[in-house]
């Protein structure tokens, strides 16, 4: 299984990026795939997932922490295989490095999305990406 994540930038405050997450050697439309990151000196931060194929009922939910709820927005294309984040209204206190992660089964116990609570730690992860906001 390998995560390649891509399109980490400088970026003003109040701007947008957009990040993208490539899968290979496993079928991203799995459990859960999303996003964290890492701000210098700081621990991983679980930000935001969405729900495959294999959480049957709900696939196509997402979750939001709320440090990026309403600014963020999570999506998916299976047939590229490919996860996406819509950053818009980008502050300072955004920059890290962020992290695809994917969950390919279901959580021990909770929601679909505990691993996104900080609760686990997802099964695989990308390399990461830099972002900076600047002030």
């Known amino acids: 299984v390998r995560l390649v994540e891509s399109g980490g930038d400088l970026v003003q405050s109040g701007g947008s990026l957009n990040l993208s997450c490539a899968g290979s050697?496993?079928?991203?439309?799995?459990?859960?795939i999303g996003w964290f990151r890492q701000a210098p000196g700081k621990e991983r931060e679980p930000l935001t997932c969405?729900?495959?194929?294999?959480?049957?009922?709900?696939?196509?939910?997402?979750y939001y922490s709320n440090s990026v709820k309403g600014r963020f927005t999570i999506s998916r294309d299976n047939a590229k295989n490919m996860v996406y984040l819509r950053m818009n209204d980008l502050r300072p206190e955004d920059t890290a490095v962020y992290y695809c992660?994917?969950?390919?089964?279901?959580?021990?116990?909770?929601?679909?999305?505990?691993?996104?609570?900080?609760?686990?730690?997802?099964?695989?992860w990308g390399q990461g990406t830099q972002v900076t906001v600047s002030s």
């Open positions: 992660a994917l969950d390919a089964s279901p959580p021990f116990s909770g929601p679909w999305y505990a691993t996104w609570t900080g609760r686990y730690q997802p099964d695989y």
């Open positions: 050697g496993f079928d991203l439309d799995s459990y859960a």
């Open positions: 969405i729900r495959g194929r294999k959480g049957r009922d709900g696939d196509g939910d997402t």
